[in-house]
C-alpha cells in the first residue's frame, strides 16, 4: 500500500521560511520522480518543484531562487526548503510521486504566508 505523507506546513509571516517533508512508503522510492505541487483557493493544482532519481531538479519560475527541493533516498523522504515566503505562496502543498505507469499523491499540507 503505497503512502505520501506531507508535514511541515503552517503559518508564517511574509519573508520567513518553512521546510516541507514528504515521507513515501510502499514504493521503491529510488526510482520515483518525486515532486511537490501547490493549489491555492480557486486556482488549479500547479506544478513547484521536482527531483529525478539522480537529483536533477526542475522549478516553477516563480520559486526559483527560493525554494529548494531535495532527496534523502535512505529515509525515503523529499524535502522543500521554502525561504523568502510571499502571500502568494499561500496553498495547500501536495507530493506526487512519479514512473512511467503509476502516479501517487499525498494528502497535502496547508502553507499559509500572512502578516
Known amino acids: 500500500q503505497v503512502q505520501l505523507v506531507e508535514s511541515g506546513g503552517g503559518l508564517v509571516q511574509p519573508g520567513g521560511s518553512l521546510r516541507l517533508s514528504c515521507a513515501a512508503s510502499?514504493?521503491?522510492?529510488?526510482?520515483?520522480?518525486m515532486g511537490w505541487y501547490r493549489q491555492a483557493p480557486g486556482k488549479q493544482r500547479e506544478f513547484v518543484a521536482s527531483?529525478?532519481?539522480?537529483?536533477?531538479?526542475n522549478y516553477e519560475a516563480s520559486v526559483k531562487g527560493r525554494f529548494t527541493i531535495s532527496r534523502d533516498n535512505a529515509k525515503n523522504t523529499v524535502y522543500l526548503q521554502m525561504d523568502s515566503l510571499k502571500p502568494e505562496d499561500t496553498a495547500v502543498y501536495y507530493c506526487?510521486?512519479?514512473?512511467?505507469?503509476?502516479?501517487?499523491w499525498g494528502q497535502g499540507t496547508q502553507v499559509t504566508v500572512s502578516s
Open positions: 510502499g514504493i521503491r522510492f529510488g526510482l520515483y520522480v
Open positions: 506526487k510521486a512519479t514512473i512511467n505507469y503509476a502516479q501517487y
Open positions: 527531483i529525478g532519481p539522480g537529483g536533477t531538479t
